[in-house]
């Protein structure tokens, strides 16, 4: 068999391949208190060229976040490694899908080395799904930990980790290198993945997040949902009991978006009203942190989220101890 490669007339790739033929969604008008303002403060810029400069990827661009002036200008971002191009192709994610290339040996150092220059005292790291690993990708995050920590010891690490589905022993070597926060999240309500995260499985996302805290209880662990795409509201409640019989520590809960009219469309727009009644809710439940409102993410106020959540737990222990 010969392939021939046509180097000369073939066409950029779509950024969503798996989507270009599907009808084109309702794009909703948004709320005045979705809106946000374009960034071109300075500290945009110099991390902006930070990142440039060490050729990283973050997911703040990947993912169009609306939070990207406000993070970056406070020197905060969210480096995506292992490439820009996921294996899956969730209906709501804007990040590339296709096959990605192989992994850049040099991205651990490039990393620490941003972190180092941008001075973080708190660094998000999260990447594409990598289903063509044989361990998903766990090696090259244990491996971007201990450069980080090897750069900036004094630098808490936080993951945002894919599912690692049918990757046997891949959460051990994640666990093992101590990230200080293991995120996972699980996007939305069980009713809801096979038409926005197909290539997921709930109850596997509640157990992975389960047996971090079973292999190290010292561990903060994390979750996040989106809403908006059409859950009843008793299932993002049923979902807090979920995620915290999994012992989980923080949950975020934010407005979908919708990167293009090719993706998931959004049903409504949850009211600030809602997105507060949720946190009361969910504080109720047990958490120790909660996030709750139309323009949360799961990197956003990261470093101060941490600081608080550490706090949570220490009261927590003390009145436990004074019981």
């Known amino acids: 068999m010969v392939t021939i490669l046509d180097t000369v007339s073939a066409r950029p790739r779509p950024r969503h391949p798996e989507k270009a033929h599907r009808p084109d969604q309702e794009v909703l008008r948004k709320p005045e208190w979705i809106r946000v303002k374009a960034p071109t403060s300075r500290g945009y810029m110099e991390t902006r060229e930070i990142v440039k400069s060490n050729k990283l990827v973050t997911v703040c661009e990947e993912a169009g976040c609306p939070n990207i002036g406000e993070c970056w200008d406070k020197k905060h971002a969210t480096f995506m490694i292992m490439g820009e191009i996921c294996t899956r192709a969730c209906a709501f994610c804007n990040v590339a899908t296709g096959i990605p290339g192989p992994l850049d040996p040099q991205e651990p150092a490039s990393v620490a080395k941003a972190v180092r220059e941008m001075q973080l005292s708190h660094i998000v790291?999260?990447?594409?799904?990598?289903?063509?690993?044989?361990?998903?990708?766990?090696?090259?995050?244990?491996?971007?930990?201990?450069?980080?920590?090897?750069?900036?010891?004094?630098?808490?690490?936080?993951?945002?980790?894919?599912?690692?589905?049918?990757?046997?022993?891949?959460?051990?070597?994640?666990?093992?290198?101590?990230?200080?926060?293991?995120?996972?999240?699980?996007?939305?309500?069980?009713?809801?993945?096979?038409?926005?995260?197909?290539?997921?499985?709930?109850?596997?996302?509640?157990r992975l997040l389960q047996r971090v805290k079973e292999m190290d209880p010292s561990m903060f662990t994390k979750s996040g949902i989106m809403v908006g795409l059409g859950e009843e509201r008793n299932e993002v409640l049923q979902l807090m009991d979920d995620l915290r019989t999994a012992d989980?520590?923080?949950?975020?809960?934010?407005?979908?978006?919708?990167?293009?009219?090719?993706?998931?469309?959004?049903?409504?727009?949850?009211?600030?009203?809602?997105?507060?009644?949720?946190?009361?809710?969910?504080?109720?439940?047990?958490?120790?942190?909660?996030?709750s409102s139309p323009l949360t993410r799961s990197s956003h106020h990261a470093g101060e989220d941490f600081a608080r959540l550490r706090a949570a737990r220490e009261e927590r222990f003390a009145q436990a101890r004074t019981a």
């Open 125 to 206: 790291i999260t990447s594409v799904d990598r289903d063509d690993l044989d361990d998903g990708g766990a090696q090259h995050f244990a491996d971007v930990i201990r450069a980080i920590r090897e750069a900036m010891p004094a630098t808490t690490i936080e993951i945002l980790t894919p599912d690692f589905l049918r990757k046997e022993g891949a959460l051990e070597i994640v666990v093992a290198a101590k990230p200080d926060v293991f995120n996972h999240n699980l996007e939305t309500v069980p009713s809801k993945y096979l038409t926005v995260r197909p290539g997921a499985r709930y109850f596997h996302s509640i």
């Open 248 to 291: 989980v520590d923080f949950i975020t809960i934010g407005q979908y978006l919708q990167p293009t009219r090719k993706h998931h469309p959004v049903k409504r727009f949850v009211t600030p009203e809602e997105f507060k009644s949720y946190e009361t809710i969910a504080y109720t439940k047990g958490f120790l942190m909660v996030s």
